[in-house]
């Protein structure tokens, strides 16, 4: 049986494509990533801990994220970046989840509560290597990620943002269910009532029967597509 293809990215440092695996040991070996770390390091100002995640859907491998996060930013910086690139739809409060406690917004004041405490804390007194975070967003249609900490260098961020997209999927070529195109749209009356993969071509969105889920939505390069109201952008907040 042939094996499906796993989702290729680009390395932003060199532009090579390579799947998430072959990501993960290419930018520690980088050399234009290297040179630009060599680069800002030369920089004035205190060397900190800045630490290279990998971030995944839990179900689905085909989406996933190499991000550098310096070690002052916190989990409330990483949960705002992760809102923006794949997740927000309606406000739903998140969760990550380190060891036995449980980082939520339910405390911003810093206040904790039996093993709950707030995501206002920096990433730095919880982070290493090795490191395995489970993360939830809204916890009725709950889109579930894994954070895992690759690795950790110490010197000057590569930019004044917390956090830098080093790679990412390209979006998953999906077909129409009608005609074999690429799909572009979403419905989610198949997927419920009829037991079809939803798909649809621009083509065969417009004329497409159904509207008891609302209109099919756009295929957007997220995890959490087709789910709660979520409908893109899946970019980036800087
Ligand atoms: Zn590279
Ligand atoms: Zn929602
Ligand atoms: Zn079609
Ligand atoms: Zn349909």
């Known amino acids: 049986m042939a094996r499906k293809k796993q989702t290729r990215g680009t390395c932003a440092f ?35 801990t800045i630490y290279h995640l990998q971030v995944q859907d839990a179900w689905n491998g085909d989406y996933w ?20 690139i794949w997740l927000e739809c309606c406000g739903h409060l998140s969760a990550f989840t380190i060891g036995y406690t449980t980082y939520t917004q339910l405390f911003d004041d810093g206040f904790s509560l039996g093993n709950d405490a707030s995501m206002n ?10 490191l395995q975070i489970p993360y939830e967003y809204d916890f009725g249609t709950t889109s579930e990620l894994l954070i895992k900490v690759v690795a950790e260098r110490k010197g000057k961020p590569l930019t004044k943002h917390p956090i830098m997209l080093m790679a990412r999927n390209q979006a998953p070529v999906l077909e129409c269910q009608e005609c074999g195109q690429p799909a572009a749209w979403l419905c989610m009356e198949c997927i419920y009532e009829e037991d079809e993969p939803g798909l649809l071509c621009d ?28 409908d893109g952008p899946a970019e980036p907040p800087y």
Do not use: W
Not at 16 to 21: A, L, V
Not at 22 to 47: D, F, M, V, W, Y
Not at 65 to 78: C, F, K, S
């Open 121 to 130: 804390i920096s990433v730095q007194k919880l982070f290493e290597p090795g």
């Open 14 to 48: 060199c532009g090579r494509e390579m799947t998430k695996g072959g990501l993960s040991r290419h930018l520690a070996t980088c050399p234009q990533r290297q040179e630009a770390t060599i680069k800002a390091n030369a920089q004035r100002g205190r060397n900190q």
């Open 65 to 84: 994220l190499h991000l550098e996060i310096r070690g002052a930013a916190t989990l409330e910086e990483l949960d705002h970046y992760l809102r923006a």
């Open 203 to 230: 083509k065969h969105a417009e004329k497409h029967p159904h509207d008891e889920y609302g209109e099919p939505v756009p295929l957007v390069n997220s995890p959490r597509t087709g789910m709660c109201a979520y």
